[in-house]
T-cell receptor, first 110, second 110 residues
């Protein structure tokens, strides 16, 4: 089966600019997750969707980060404006029971 | 608070030597524990989970509730085991978020 797809794979922006990431989960997976992985750390959940509803966004910096999952399939994560500390790999995962991860988007904020 | 601790950032062993990657957790309730692995240039993937009590690629992990540990073990390391290993705790239910440790890089030398 096709895995979780993410784009772009790499992005370099300057601070205060905006950026968006896209995720296409495995077909049929109702639950979708966005994780942030800062260098040297494990992934940390930013937001979890069940279909197109938010289940957990307690660690999402809502003043600058937003995410949506229209129609309960694809999802986008946006950062506006970006800060230096947002430099990280952003991982998307989807699940029925086991979580499957995408390749990630590596964001560098200069 | 729910937390996963992996005390070693790097573990270096010779091929054929035993391996033990340490993981301790903090959780109020019955935890679900997992080990994820990320090989070079590949995506994060599930290695094993405590519920299934299985051995994958020669690795095993036993949940010790008394010591709140879930150490990953392999009797004879192979060079292809070199990778980043993450211990993770699932907070609740089949679609609960994963809480990751900081990860341990396993380096198996020839």
């Amino acid at each position: 089966e096709a895995g979780v797809a993410q784009s772009p794979r790499y992005k370099i922006i300057e601070k205060r600019q905006s950026v968006a990431f896209w995720c296409n989960p495995i077909s049929g997976h109702a639950t979708l997750y966005w994780y942030q992985q800062i260098l040297g750390q494990g992934p940390k959940l930013l937001i979890q969707f069940q279909n197109n509803g938010v289940v957990d966004d307690s660690q999402l910096p809502k003043d600058r980060f937003s995410a949506e999952r229209l129609k309960g399939v694809d999802s986008t994560l946006k950062i506006q404006p970006a800060k230096l500390e947002d430099s990280a790999v952003y991982l998307c995962a989807s699940s029925l029971t086991e979580q499957f991860f995408g390749p990630g988007t590596r964001l560098t904020v200069l | 608070a729910q937390r996963v601790t992996q005390p070693e950032k790097l573990l270096s062993v010779f091929k054929g030597a035993p391996v033990e990657l340490k993981c301790n957790y903090s959780y109020s309730g019955s935890p679900e524990l997992f080990w994820y692995v990320q090989y070079s240039r590949q995506r994060l993937q599930l290695l094993l989970r405590h519920i299934s009590r299985e051995s994958i690629k020669g690795f095993t992990a036993d949940l010790n509730k008394g010591e709140t540990s879930f150490h990953l073990k392999k009797p004879f390391a192979q060079e292809e085991d070199s990778a980043m290993y993450y211990c993770a705790l699932r907070s609740s239910g089949n679609t609960g978020k994963l809480i990751f440790g900081q990860g341990t890089t396993l380096q198996v030398k020839p």
